[in-house]
């Protein structure tokens, strides 16, 4: 298991390569929040790219630093570009990001979750019950399968997918992070519980998706998927939880919100409030 201490050097270097380089960490994303996740990931240094066409995600693969893919909102099309963007993102061994969003709701975007497996994502973002059910729909982790998705919205608690989370970061060598009022980010080995972010989270559309986004700018630039995958959890847990303090509504706190993942110093995420336990 991994110190603390390092787990925060290795963050805070992460954060800090990222505002020096602005890695390119394109996007086949959720057409509800595709400009969410681009701001956002222009705030903490990343630069955007959002794409949706087979040919430009397999570019996308080939030219960007880490690239973020989000089942949200699919278009016929998506049943040509996912599998060819993640199938290149493999060969080239890049880091990539999948944001399995309701996953189990339908054929087409189940079926694509699980062609996903032998590719092995970087980072798995999601919610307890997609994490839950992607587990499942992989053959990982049979305990709580099939737990209901409403739309994109969790109907566990994010203790509920611990093991579920441990499962895939241990096939994929990568990280999963589970998003809830607190936080769990794993590579498998280690757990991290993460506070922070504000209520006002849950009332916007958006605040997972861009998370996803913005793992993937980090992804670009961290020494492990762990680092990678706190360091976003970790601004976004300080920005949401300075943001919340200073305004007292859901449109208002989406302005705030961004405007504190711009402000956030790479010791402010390395130091925000989390503890370490062993998987």
Same mark, same amino acid.
């Given at each position: ?11 805070? /270097? ?20 595709? %400009? ?6 222009? @705030? ?57 969003? @309701? ?23 999601? %919610? @307890? ?18 737990? @209901? ?12 997918? /611990? ?6 970061? /241990? ?109």
């Amino acid at each position: 298991m991994i110190e603390k201490e390092t787990l925060e050097a290795q963050v805070a /270097r992460a954060a800090q390569k990222v505002r020096e380089t602005c890695p390119v960490a394109p996007s086949i994303t959720n057409t509800v929040t595709i %400009n969410f996740v681009a701001n956002a990931q222009i @705030a903490v240094g990343g630069s955007a790219a959002m794409v949706y066409l087979p040919d430009e995600g397999e570019a996308m693969a080939e030219m960007g630093g880490a690239v973020y893919i989000n089942v949200g909102t699919l278009l016929p099309v998506y049943a040509d570009t996912l599998p060819a963007t993640a199938k290149r993102l493999h060969e080239l061994n890049k880091p990539w990001v999948v944001d399995p969003v @309701a996953v189990g709701m339908g054929k087409l975007r189940t079926q694509l979750l699980a062609d996903f497996k032998p590719y092995k994502p970087t980072i798995v973002r999601g %919610n @307890a019950s997609e994490v839950i059910t992607l587990a499942d729909v992989w053959g990982l982790e049979r305990a709580d399968a099939g737990a @209901a998705v409403r739309g994109v919205d969790s109907t566990q608690e994010v203790d509920a997918a /611990r093991a579920a989370a441990v499962a895939i970061a /241990r096939y994929t060598g990568g990280a999963v992070a589970v998003s809830g009022e607190t936080d769990l980010v794993t590579d498998g080995e280690t757990v991290v519980l993460s506070h922070g972010g504000s209520h006002f989270m849950a009332k916007i559309t958006g605040s997972g998706c861009s998370l996803g986004g913005v793992c993937a700018v980090y992804a670009a630039c961290a020494e492990t998927p762990l680092a990678a995958a706190l360091a976003a959890v970790g601004v976004y847990n300080v920005a949401g939880e300075r943001a919340g303090a200073r305004v007292n509504a859901p449109a208002s706190f989406q302005v705030a919100f961004l405007d504190e993942l711009y402000l956030a110093t790479p010791e402010d995420i390395a130091h925000h409030t989390f503890e370490i336990e062993e998987a």
